[in-house]
């Protein structure tokens, strides 16, 4: 009995040892991987002070993609998300993109521990590239495998940190992208309307658009009942797909928009929110 205890003490412990070794490689190459002239430029894109090593996307992603099948081949799903845990740490934005991408598309093999985890990262977030990459290639996939999970979002909505509330948002993209879940998203919209905080009516008008898109009609019905309420980012945002026609029906003439709304920016484009 004894023997068999000191045999699992050591499993457990050369598995730390693994998982604190795999994150020190894992970080010592984005380190050394990056590009110190785009680091200098990802400043521009974010109001946050961000720590970046300056990767792009598609080799980052190249990588994780990588380690991810050495990793489900050698030592399975919990080694990637306990690596992932430790990743998604301090303010150092490639590691946190890549815990995301090294999870990417495991939806089936992750459990509801793994959504309870997923959450608490969210008090981790720093910026918006950290948040949507957690919320829209980890918790989304989540909810749309499991609709029960979507009250999650309405007690997002609710949360006094802005980036629980902009994850009520992007949590249900994947689900509007699915013909799914208009309803709830009508909702949501309702709750969040009066809510003041550029980031939240940014993600709120990046789901709207993406309802509009298979959800036209009645979407564009929904938007002409709130657009003397709704703040007119998440109008401009939520119509940036739909027809001339149907824009102007929204946002109207050119000329009232210049004299009622003078001095708001217009939306971001969606690479931007």
């Not at 023997?3 to 499993?11: F, V």
């Not at 990417?104 to 959450?119: M, P």
Request: charged share 30%.
């Amino acid at each position: 009995m004894c023997g068999r205890t000191k045999r699992e003490t050591g499993q457990r412990s050369h598995r730390a040892c693994s998982i604190s070794g795999t994150v020190t490689e894992i970080r010592h190459a984005l380190e050394r991987g990056g590009s110190a002239e785009h680091a200098k430029g990802v400043q521009w894109f974010f109001k946050e002070e961000i720590k970046s090593h300056g990767w792009y996307t598609a080799p980052l992603r190249r990588l994780a993609a990588a380690y991810r099948r050495r990793f489900q081949k050698e030592v399975g799903i919990e080694f990637l998300v306990d690596v992932a845990d430790r990743l998604f740490t301090g303010r150092v934005l490639e590691e946190k993109i890549f815990a995301v991408l090294l999870l990417e598309g495991l939806s089936c093999q992750l459990r509801a521990q793994h959504f309870d985890l997923f959450e608490s990262w969210l008090d981790r977030v720093n910026s918006w590239a950290d948040h949507d990459g957690l919320v829209h290639y980890l918790i989304a996939p989540m909810i749309l495998a499991q609709p029960a999970r979507i009250e999650k979002v309405f007690k997002w909505a609710k949360s006094p940190d802005h980036w629980h509330r902009r994850a009520a948002c992007v949590a249900l993209i994947q689900s509007t992208r699915k013909g799914k879940q208009f309803h709830a998203i009508v909702r949501l919209a309702n709750m969040l309307l009066t809510d003041e905080d550029d980031m939240v009516q940014k993600g709120l008008g990046w789901l709207l658009r993406e309802t509009a898109k298979g959800e036209q009609k009645r979407t564009l019905s929904f938007l002409l009942k709130i657009r003397d309420r709704a703040p007119r980012l998440v109008l401009r945002t939520a119509c940036e797909t739909l027809p001339q026609a149907a824009k102007r029906k929204v946002l109207g003439s050119s000329k009232q928009r210049s004299f009622k709304y003078r001095g708001f920016n217009a939306a971001p484009s969606a690479s931007r929110i």
